[in-house]
C-alpha cells in the first residue's frame, strides 16, 4: 500500500496540470468594471493568445496579473499603450475602435476563465 504522501504527491501530478491547462486554452471573463461602465463584459481568447506567445510576453513584461480581473485594465491604458494596447495599436493588431471584438459578452457574465465550449469565443455572446 502507498504511503500518504506518496498518494498526496500523484494526486497533485495528475490534477494540477489539469487547472493550469483550463487556464491556458479557456476564454477570460472580464467583468469587474465593464457592465457598470455600460460596456458588455470583455471575452478574451487566452488560448488564441497562448498558442502564439509564451506567459511572460504578457504576464511580466506587460504588467498582467495571473488572476482573472485582477489587472485594472481602462481604456486610456489601452489607448496610451498600456496591458491590450501594446499590441492593439491598429498596427500589430486591431485598434481599440473595434469596441465589439472585446466587448463581446452578455450581460451578467462574471469574472473569471471559462472554457471556449462556454463562450463560443469572443463576438458570439
Not at 493588431?93 to 463560443?120: N, Q, V
Request: charged fraction near 20%; glycine fraction near 12%.
Amino acid at each position: 500500500m502507498m504511503p500518504i504522501l506518496q498518494r498526496i504527491m500523484l494526486l497533485l501530478a495528475i490534477l494540477l496540470p489539469m487547472t493550469i491547462a483550463w487556464g491556458e486554452y479557456g476564454d477570460v471573463i472580464l467583468n469587474t468594471r465593464a457592465e457598470s461602465e455600460d460596456v458588455s463584459p470583455v471575452i478574451f481568447p487566452h488560448w488564441f493568445h497562448r498558442i502564439r506567445f509564451r506567459c511572460s510576453v504578457c504576464h511580466v513584461e506587460l504588467g498582467f496579473e495571473l488572476e482573472a480581473g485582477a489587472t485594472v485594465i481602462t481604456m486610456d491604458n489601452i489607448s496610451s499603450g498600456k496591458f491590450c494596447g501594446a499590441c492593439h495599436d491598429g498596427e500589430i493588431a486591431w485598434d481599440a475602435g473595434h469596441c465589439d471584438l472585446c466587448h463581446s459578452g452578455r450581460a451578467g457574465l462574471e469574472t473569471g476563465i471559462r472554457g471556449g465550449h462556454e463562450t463560443m469565443g469572443p463576438g458570439i455572446w
